[in-house]
């Protein structure tokens, strides 16, 4: 790209970030967020971009088209990654210059590590659907150089979007690294793939439950498993790009998969069916 778009596109970018935690996630009743609201806040910091009810996140997956990272996660492999572009905020307000995540996550045994560069939407959809490597920060290059080699390597396309409120919390002192999300109204489409586009998100995690992610940079802290326990938190081992998966039809059911309402709903009526 050249022009003046393309000076004011490379200056919008930030440099890389990685991280490596270690990650619990939990599915807990919306009766008991407020409960656990209360916990939180007693011991963390709200994440300065926490409000009431949370803000929104969008995450565009890229995969293969026979799914390869949707199967690598569903067999446990022990080194896994996924390939996602990332954007927080209204949806409405997203435009071709607006800062997204171009990110690679990664599992290494039980460690979750994460890379990721800030760049404007545009580049992003040009790098990730085109495979476009256009000029940008050197520092960034390599990074940018590795997710084309992937997009292209294992023939990447946009294949499944989950949408989500999240409230974030802080540890700090004894607790510094600690991160725990409460994300709720989780929602999926398997078509669309603009991150902005006004289209309609399917439920694929029940209403009345709220996904709840605990992370830390070495252990969970004792205090968090104790409070899980006696909110009734279930460990699951979820993943909302594999739930979206499979809540469109893209794969079987995995033993992984959170049944929604709809799911209930096909299964009374094959019931139905059989009975006639």
């Known amino acids: 790209m050249t022009g003046p778009d393309a000076g004011h596109l490379r200056r919008t970018a930030s440099a890389l970030h990685s991280f490596n935690r270690f990650e619990i996630k939990y599915l807990l ?9 209360e916990e939180l806040a007693a ?7 926490t409000v009431r009810g949370g803000y929104p996140v969008a995450s ?24 996602r ?51 940008h920060l050197p520092e960034q290059r390599p990074f940018l150089e590795e997710v084309m080699g992937l997009v292209e390597g294992h023939g990447l396309r946009p294949t499944a979007i989950t949408a989500y409120s999240r409230e974030a919390y802080l540890g700090s002192d004894a607790d510094l690294g600690l991160r725990v999300t409460i994300d709720h109204r989780v ?10 586009a006004e289209v309609e998100n399917r439920l694929i995690i029940p209403p009345h439950k709220a ?4 992370k830390a940079n ?31 039809g893209m794969a079987p059911r995995s033993v992984f998969h959170v049944p929604t ?16």
């Not at 011991?43 to 971009?49: H, I, L, V």
């Not at 996904?211 to 605990?214: D, T």
């Not at 409070?227 to 469109?248: D, F, N, P, T, W």
Request: charged content about 35%.
């Open 85 to 135: 572009v990332r954007a927080y905020g209204e949806r409405h307000e997203l435009t071709d210059e607006t800062p997204v995540y171009i990110e690679i996550k990664q599992r290494v045994n039980r460690v979750t590590q994460k890379r990721r560069v800030k760049v404007p939407y545009l580049l992003a959809r040009k790098l990730c659907d085109e495979a476009v490597l256009i000029d």
């Open 218 to 248: 070495e252990r969970v802290p004792y205090w968090v498993t104790d409070m899980a326990a006696r909110l009734g938190m279930s460990v699951v081992r979820i993943s909302k790009y594999c739930q979206s998966i499979e809540a469109h």
């Open 211 to 214: 996904i709840v992610e605990v």
């Open 261 to 276: 309402e709809d799911d209930y709903s096909v299964h009374s009526k094959n019931e139905a069916s059989a009975s006639v």
């Open 187 to 196: 929602r999926g489409r398997d078509r669309d793939f603009h991150l902005g």
């Open 43 to 49: 011991r963390m910091e709200a994440d300065p971009f």
């Open 29 to 37: 009743s919306y009766d008991e967020v407020p409960r656990l609201r």
């Open 60 to 83: 565009l997956y890229y995969d293969s088209a026979s799914l390869r990272y949707y199967w690598e996660k569903i067999e446990g492999l022990r080194f896994r990654r996924k390939v």
